[in-house]
């Protein structure tokens, strides 16, 4: 989950198609919203804090953006904030390490409570969640996850599209590589 109103990831996909991105995904220095997604790597845009502006609560996205800054920079020792070495370049691996940590928590809930407890109050929890209605026609209320579980499925039933450019540039990668 991405603490900003947009992961990098999906800037950078409208960027490669030549599409813009939505008002309010990316904003310049001023404050003023960015839709060209271009602009994020060029260092003319940013991407926004969850919460969006100070008066719809910005500080709590910019707060958990810290709080993964701790666990995945500080406590695992990598480089704090954006590591310069990793804004230069074309965007393609270059084999250098770009000093990103990882953190991972691992929590036992089986010693809190029984395994079956736990999944049926799960499942509770994200039945109430699907099955509250929707305040817009023909958008159900979903969880975080959910869209993307459902795009992994149909992926794995109907395969990956790929833009032509894109099946391009992963061959001629394969090629590069000696693998095809």
Known sequence: MSTTVAPTGKVRVAARRGEPVPAGWLEDAAGAPVTDPAAFDRGEAFLRWLGGSARTGVHKGFGLGIAVELLAAVVSGAAVGPAPAALEGDGRPHGSDDDIGFFLLAVAPQVLRPDADIADTTRSLFGALTDCPSVRDGEPVRYPGWWEAELAA??????????????????GLGLLGGRR
């Open 154 to 171: 149909e992926r794995r039933r109907e395969g990956i599209p790929l833009p032509p450019h894109l099946y391009e540039e992963l061959t």
